[in-house]
DNA sequence: ACACTTTTGAACCGGACGGTTCATTTATCG
DNA sequence: CGATAAATGAACCGTCCGGTTCAAAAGTGT
């Protein structure tokens, strides 16, 4: 059990989040969150002077690891050809994979259960993670409204509804992160998510 | 401040909930719950026995008073005679109501934060509330299918997919239940779920 | 080797909480 | 009215938790 000064803070942020994801807020306690960083308490007390910036912390931490892992899932995107099916699909896989990572899920449940206590960490995260992967897709879809292979005017709508038909089903489906889904069910949930989506808003469709 | 034996097991389900709901399992005291109840707390004890099983029986009494008002949503999708998209509308906007209803994000939250540690409640509430729902719609949506009112031959993906288009929106729209969301705002999700689902599901269009 | 900073363990404090006990009061019912 | 059952308030207990204190130990820079 080496002293000294190396990275506490990062490991009593990682062990916090963990702590915090498994027990809840109010069940966890600082204690606990020592142990499982290998640290002791006053050190926690020294880094960050609070239970509640403790959390707030772990938090912001957690939430910057996995801001980019998101918004990694729709480079490719980017450079889409002719086939938007399979490029939707793709992103699509992505999208769900990282939606069900343990690490996102367990942001999002912490951010919902304390979003009362914690108002300032709902609007922080809920922006700096959700809306910019938002805003990154419509981005996407703009581009390929512009090169005409998709048929919209409101690339905000069409990311909205897009993202809703991938992570809508897999509430229920994963039993609300409690069971993991198989890798063949996220495949076919994004194969529906694409199918209906490009019933609306490929090229050539009747609606407006 | 009547004494006797009143339907005090009511009131505390009720103050119980509303005291969880605002503090969170872990946050809130019995005391509290007996004070928002006009109760004493060895009353609570009586009663229920513990604090987890007022949890598991506020959480269920919470759960059989919303799921009638979900399922009521769906009720004039029962004689839709030609204007499909008017009916979709309108129970798109009353399961829009019902979703926004405090209550019910409430139960959601509780049931997505305590998970872990109340498993069975999950199954429970889940499969009676959300499943219920889903199969309802379904139902619906495969009687349209039989009257050549809608094209579909799964109406579970139907079903589903049009849940997504109504509720995942909401997500960032309300912010994960904090913020209000005007009736217009509600309508205006309710139509474009209609659009994009009618897109993909109206008979004579192109996608198998 | 030296002074300086950080970490550690352990003990400690005040408060809150879950749950119980009990004598007293209140309502219900015959 | 009298007996029974339920509700009350208040005190109580053991425990746990957030947060602090402090002296000793371990690492760091020169």
């Known amino acids: ?23 809840g807020y109010g069940q966890s306690c600082v204690r606990e969150i020592a142990a ?14 609070d239970k509640e910036t403790l959390f707030r912390e772990a938090m912001r931490a ?30 699509g ?3 769900l994979l990282h939606h069900c990572d343990e690490e ?6 912490l951010l919902h259960a304390e979003a009362a206590r914690f108002p300032e960490l ?9 809306r910019h992967l938002h805003d ?3 981005d996407r879809l703009a581009r390929l409204a512009l090169s005409g292979l998709l048929r919209t005017n409101d690339p905000d709508l069409a990311a909205e509804q897009f993202l809703a038909l991938l992570t809508g089903p897999m509430e229920l489906r994963s039993r609300l992160g409690t069971r993991k889904v198989p890798d063949a069910e996220l495949r076919a949930v994004g194969r529906s998510a694409v199918d209906t989506f490009l019933c609306a808003y490929a090229p050539g469709s009747v609606d407006a």
């Open 136 to 138: 990154a897709l419509a």
């Open 1 to 23: 059990m080496p002293r000294g000064r190396v990275d506490k803070r990062q490991a009593i942020l990682q062990a916090a989040f963990k702590t915090f994801a498994r027990e």
């Open 62 to 91: 957690a939430a910057g690891r996995t801001v980019g892992q998101g918004l990694a899932a729709l480079d490719q995107l980017r450079d889409v050809q002719n086939d938007v099916r399979a490029g939707l699909e793709d992103a």
């Open 122 to 130: 709902l609007e922080l995260i809920q922006q700096e993670s959700a």
């Open 36 to 49: 499982e960083a290998g640290v002791a308490k006053p050190t926690i007390y020294n880094h960050l002077g």
């Open 104 to 109: 996102s899920q367990a942001l999002r449940r």
């Open 93 to 95: 896989h992505r999208l």
